[in-house]
């Protein structure tokens, strides 16, 4: 007889699952190793002998390993212990910098920017202070990146340095700019240097003069091409310092150099110097103050600074003083002549502006713009009176320069063929001049 077949029902669980039946067990889930976690640290480059590794980054370019130190913290960390090797150091960091041809003076300049890189990437990650630290102590004990050792001709050291620090700190802000002068100064001992040639008779310490130049120059302003940041570098660098050593200081990164490398302090005092002399002077003071608005605190600041410059080591030459003044635009220009307009410096302004004319002739400027200039001085007195004194003071003081120019000629016997080009150029000044400002009042 056929046993009935008994059917066991059984409950199940919440989850789903039989109650009383063989739990399963789950397949293990696979896991994804991240690219940090994939470093040094347990991934396969852990495994490699130092020695190999550093064989590796040996092969490697400047701009590759750049690239590589932001793999992995483990990375970028071996790298910075890398590049601090002193044998890395001989090798990628100490150049040549006397080098005779132009296109290997190209290629230096060339792999300092791209060392900068290189450092800018693998210290993205420090404070500011710690990051300037790490790189700029590399670069310290180069003779020829200090102010103070090199003394080779034509060594672009500083280029070089300059080019380095432009890329490594571009992108900063105005804060850390601040830092990086301050710790350069400190590096250098630059304001000792700045001292030393501010208080002493001016060209006493020419080569120290020279020093500051081209440090300041090549590695701090020159290197950019924006002028705010130069605004900004040369600020940082004057203001410390009084009106007199400012003014000093202006003189000494821009004045006139000679070819042996002395700068011409003289000359202003002796001579009318060119056009070019004065130009890399007058752009300096245009970059301080020709796109400020002339308000009582920058005229004063401005006044300030050039009446100090104007008279070292002695006054200089009117003609020098005029020419400044016209390459520096009209805003400084104007701003500086107002100025002394309305401080009752008559004599004083009305002789600036003749010989501005004298250069707007020979320099071939637009005598339109002195006629405008003389015009916008107008300006600046409140009554007909005042105004009609100023224009007699200025055709009395054309008189007075014209005498003087022929009386100079007479008493020296001097009737050389430029005297006579000089006396006819300021009386073809006067005439031009006087046409377009007749013209300006018969509209």
Same mark, same amino acid.
């Given at each position: 007889?056929?046993?009935?077949?008994?059917?066991?029902?059984?409950?199940?669980?919440?989850?789903?699952?039989?109650?009383?039946?063989?739990?399963?067990?789950?397949?293990?889930?696979?896991?994804?190793?991240?690219?940090?976690?994939?470093?040094?640290?347990?991934?396969?480059? @852990?495994?490699?002998?130092?020695?190999?590794?550093?064989?590796?980054? $040996?092969?490697?370019?400047?701009?590759?390993?750049?690239?590589?130190?932001?793999?992995?913290?483990?990375?970028?960390?071996?790298?910075? #212990?890398?590049?601090?090797?002193?044998?890395? /150091?001989?090798? *990628?960091?100490?150049?040549?910098?006397?080098?005779?041809?132009?296109?290997?003076?190209?290629?230096?300049?060339?792999?300092?920017? +791209?060392?900068? !890189?290189?450092?800018?990437?693998?210290?993205?990650?420090?404070?500011?202070?710690?990051?300037?630290?790490? =790189?700029?102590?590399?670069?310290? +004990?180069?003779?020829?990146?200090?102010?103070?050792?090199?003394?080779?001709? %034509?060594?672009?050291?500083?280029?070089?340095?300059?080019?380095?620090? &432009?890329?490594?700190?571009?992108?900063?802000?105005?804060?850390?700019?601040?830092?990086?002068?301050?710790?350069?100064?400190? !590096?250098?001992?630059?304001?000792?240097? =700045?001292?030393?040639?501010?208080?002493?008779?001016?060209?006493?310490?020419?080569?120290?003069?020279?020093?500051?130049?081209?440090?300041?120059?090549?590695?701090?302003?020159?290197?950019?091409?924006?002028?705010? #940041?130069? &605004?900004?570098?040369?600020? *940082?660098?004057?203001?410390?310092?009084?009106?007199?050593?400012?003014?000093?200081?202006?003189?000494?990164?821009?004045?006139?150099?000679?070819?042996?490398?002395?700068? %011409?302090?003289?000359?202003?005092? $002796?001579?009318?110097?060119?056009?070019?002399?004065?130009?890399?002077?007058?752009?300096?003071?245009?970059?301080?103050?020709?796109?400020?608005?002339? /308000?009582? %605190?920058?005229?004063?600041?401005?006044?300030?600074?050039? +009446?100090?410059?104007?008279?070292?080591?002695?006054?200089?030459?009117?003609?020098?003083?005029?020419?400044?003044?016209?390459?520096?635009?009209?805003?400084?220009?104007? %701003?500086?002549?107002?100025?002394?307009?309305?401080?009752?410096?008559?004599? +004083?302004?009305?002789?600036?502006?003749?010989?501005?004319?004298?250069?707007?002739? /020979? $320099?071939?400027?637009?005598?339109?713009?002195?006629?405008?200039?003389?015009?916008?001085?107008?300006?600046?007195?409140?009554?007909?009176?005042?105004?009609?004194?100023?224009? &007699?003071?200025?055709?009395?003081?054309?008189?007075?320069?014209?005498?003087?120019?022929?009386?100079?000629?007479?008493?020296?016997? $001097?009737?050389?063929?430029?005297?006579?080009?000089?006396?006819?150029?300021?009386?073809?000044? @006067?005439?031009?001049?006087?046409?377009?400002?007749?013209?300006?009042?018969?509209?």
């Amino acid at each position: 007889m056929r046993k009935k077949s008994t059917t066991i029902l059984r409950k199940r669980t919440p989850s789903g699952q039989l109650k009383g039946s063989p739990r399963r067990t789950q397949p293990p889930r696979r896991t994804v190793v991240t690219r940090s976690q994939g470093g040094l640290r347990g991934g396969m480059l @852990s495994r490699l002998p130092r020695e190999v590794f550093d064989m590796i980054l $040996d092969r490697m370019t400047v701009v590759e390993m750049g690239i590589f130190c932001m793999a992995s913290k483990e990375i970028n960390r071996y790298i910075m #212990d890398y590049v601090s090797s002193q044998p890395w /150091k001989n090798t *990628m960091i100490i150049r040549n910098f006397h080098n005779s041809t132009t296109q290997e003076n190209t290629s230096t300049i060339q792999h300092y920017r +791209e060392l900068s !890189m290189l450092f800018k990437r693998c210290t993205l990650l420090l404070p500011t202070k710690e990051r300037l630290r790490f =790189v700029l102590n590399k670069f310290a +004990e180069i003779p020829c990146f200090s102010v103070d050792q090199c003394l080779a001709p %034509g060594c672009i050291g500083f280029s070089s340095y300059g080019s380095f620090l &432009q890329n490594l700190i571009s992108g900063w802000d105005e804060l850390e700019c601040h830092r990086v002068f301050n710790y350069l100064c400190d !590096m250098t001992n630059l304001p000792k240097k =700045v001292q030393l040639v501010t208080a002493g008779k001016p060209g006493a310490r020419w080569h120290e003069e020279l020093q500051v130049r081209l440090f300041c120059r090549e590695v701090l302003l020159d290197t950019w091409s924006g002028q705010l #940041d130069r &605004q900004l570098w040369l600020t *940082m660098f004057l203001t410390p310092w009084p009106i007199v050593s400012q003014a000093r200081l202006l003189f000494i990164l821009y004045g006139p150099l000679h070819p042996g490398g002395t700068l %011409g302090w003289q000359d202003l005092v $002796d001579r009318e110097l060119p056009q070019y002399a004065l130009v890399d002077l007058a752009r300096a003071i245009y970059l301080l103050f020709g796109q400020l608005e002339f /308000k009582d %605190g920058t005229k004063n600041l401005l006044l300030a600074i050039l +009446e100090e410059l104007i008279v070292v080591p002695q006054p200089w030459h009117v003609e020098n003083i005029a020419r400044l003044l016209v390459l520096c635009g009209n805003s400084v220009c104007y %701003g500086i002549l107002a100025s002394k307009a309305i401080n009752r410096r008559l004599q +004083e302004t009305t002789k600036i502006i003749v010989y501005i004319i004298l250069v707007c002739e /020979k $320099d071939s400027f637009h005598m339109s713009w002195a006629v405008k200039l003389v015009e916008q001085i107008c300006m600046v007195f409140s009554t007909d009176t005042e105004k009609h004194f100023f224009i &007699q003071q200025l055709e009395n003081t054309f008189s007075q320069v014209t005498r003087e120019v022929f009386e100079h000629c007479a008493a020296g016997n $001097d009737l050389s063929r430029e005297t006579f080009l000089s006396l006819r150029i300021l009386l073809d000044s @006067s005439a031009h001049f006087h046409t377009k400002f007749l013209q300006m009042l018969l509209k």
